[in-house]
T-cell receptor, first 117, second 115 residues
Framework: AQSVAQPEDQVNVAEGNPLTVKCTYS??????LFWYVQYPNRGLQFLLK????DNLVKGSYGFEAEFNKSQTSFHLKKPSALVSDSALYFC???????????????WGAGTKLIIKP | DSGVTQTPKHLITATGQRVTLRCSPR?????VYWYQQSLDQGLQFLIQ???????AKGNILERFSAQQFPDLHSELNLSSLELGDSALYFC??????????????FGSGTRLTVV
């Protein structure tokens, strides 16, 4: 069965420090991995994705994520956090070997990121 | 603007009532997904439609139903509302054939408050 785990409900980081939001996954085929961000009272916005190629993926707002196949992880990172990065972050995965109309993303529970000035 | 339109943005209604939430997907997207998000909670998948047909069902209550119309817009009907149904309801769309490497495009949600 496909699954996504975000082991931390909340991550607290001081502004200017590096941040990491963790995500591990389980799929039977090729993982397509995504990160989305949700600001208060807003819909989810796409941040970045890994489909194939370089393990380090760069996305919006200076975020990047590293795909690690052996550890089945896709952690979200940023070298220097901003207060405006405070939001709810969701990791998602789909099985890339399935190409049918039941295409679905499997979502993690979300991690609240709090950046303190 | 994500291209996915949800109406209304806010809805306040009394217990026992019925409401209809509407979603217009991004132009050309065939799949529509409905999610429920309670306060500070994760996303609960409710139901998926693909080109007018139901394709997957999640944790959707029997009091809830949905449909997708020929023009691809979708409606989520919530009936016999309870206080616990108060939540943000999101619609998302995607199209495997057009953008298989991309995830979903989300609407801004409908905030339902049951009083």
């Amino acid at each position: 069965a496909q699954s996504v785990a975000q082991p931390e409900d909340q991550v607290n980081v001081a502004e200017g420090n590096p941040l990491t939001v963790k995500c591990t996954y389980s799929v039977s085929g090729n993982p397509y991995l995504f990160w989305y961000v949700q600001y208060p009272n807003r819909g989810l916005q796409f941040l970045l994705k890994y489909i194939t190629g370089d393990n380090l993926v760069k996305g919006s707002y200076g975020f990047e994520a590293e795909f690690n196949k052996s550890q089945t992880s896709f952690h979200l990172k940023k070298p220097s956090a901003l207060v405006s990065d405070s939001a709810l972050y969701f990791c998602a995965v789909r099985d890339g070997s399935r190409g049918d109309s039941n295409y679905q993303l499997i979502w993690g529970a979300g991690t609240k990121l709090i950046i303190k000035p | 603007d994500s291209g996915v339109t949800q109406t209304p943005k806010h809805l306040i209604t009394a217990t026992g009532q019925r409401v209809t939430l509407r979603c217009s997907p991004r132009s050309g997207d065939l799949s529509v997904y409905w999610y429920q998000q309670s306060l500070d909670q994760g996303l609960q998948f409710l139901i998926q439609y693909y080109n007018g047909e139901e394709r997957a069902k999640g944790n959707i209550l029997e009091r809830f139903s949905a449909q997708q119309f020929p023009d691809l817009h979708s409606e989520l009907n919530l009936s016999s509302l309870e206080l616990g149904d108060s939540a943000l309801y999101f619609c998302a769309s995607s199209d495997r054939d057009r953008s298989p490497n991309y995830g979903y495009t989300f609407g801004s949600g409908t905030r339902l408050t049951v009083v």
